[in-house]
């Protein structure tokens, strides 16, 4: 990782850990004396961005150091083991807070109205919510990293939340109805949980070496068609490191020709894919003659297999 891109990650994610601090803290506290579960529903969410802003900022750090012997394609997939941690962390936090607002749902128990400084909060959270999003969105594409991207897209499911709290906290005031703040925590921790195996799925798919947008191969099929002397690509395996494309490819070339007129050619390849398609980590091209025929071949894919 480039020194301006750790510089940027850093300052949006310490940003990110103060802005969502100080937003949980406010509503947390201010959810306890109004007597909102709802307010302290969306304070504990918040709460998670601050850990995943930490773990944003660590991962920062561990993805720019450079390749070793140990770890050749360097450490750029430890943004998707701090995916995984993330999930694990959010899905807990909401599990937690479905628990106990379950429990309140089944006791049978007056409940007293929540205080009108609940939606006095509430109207402060969503507009600071979306002010940090729309700032990690920013930099996020300007410095191309997924991390912050990743990020301000949660932000703005916390601003969702945070609506809905809201709009739960108007038709309690409305009906008199304190058990409708209680029903909107619930629904809230659901949302949680449900953002968290969404973090967990997606992670899964990099880590086995997979990639969510498989239009990605047609852009390599093209490319290589476009280039004079490239035949038959075939066992084309594309993976991803963070987000970054490392494609594995086999061209056929006429076999009379010299290993440097085959080098210009593969050179070729690699540049007219890396100028149709963005964030190419490595291209990997295996040469062969014409009318090479692999029976035992078992990975990657063909054009035929691509259009099944």
Sequence with gaps: MIPEKERAIKKASWISISGNALLSLLKIIIGFISGSFAVIADGIDSASDIITSVITLITARISSKPPNVRFPYGYEKADTIASKILAFIIFFAGAQLAISTGNKLIENETRTMPGMIAIYVTIISIIGKLMLALYQFRIGRKVNSSMLVANAKNMQNDVVISFSVLLGL????????????????????????????????????????????????????????????AHNPHRVRIRQINNAYVINI???????????????????????????????????????????????????????????
């Design 170 to 229: 108007v038709f309690t005031f409305i009906f008199k109805m304190p058990m409708l703040d209680i029903i909107t925590a619930f629904l809230v921790s659901g949302w949680i949980m449900w953002v968290a195996i969404k973090i967990f799925i997606q992670s899964n798919t990099e880590l086995m070496d997979g990639i969510m947008d498989t239009s990605v191969y047609q852009t390599v099929f093209d490319a290589t068609d476009e280039i004079e002397g």
């Design 250 to 308: 086999d061209i056929e070339v006429d076999g009379s020709l010299t290993v440097d007129q085959s080098h210009q050619i593969s050179h070729k390849i690699s540049e007219n894919i890396k100028s149709k398609l963005d964030n190419v980590y490595d291209i990997i091209i295996h040469i062969e003659p014409c009318g090479t025929i692999d029976k035992d071949e078992k990975y990657g894919v063909s054009t035929k297999d691509f259009q099944k």
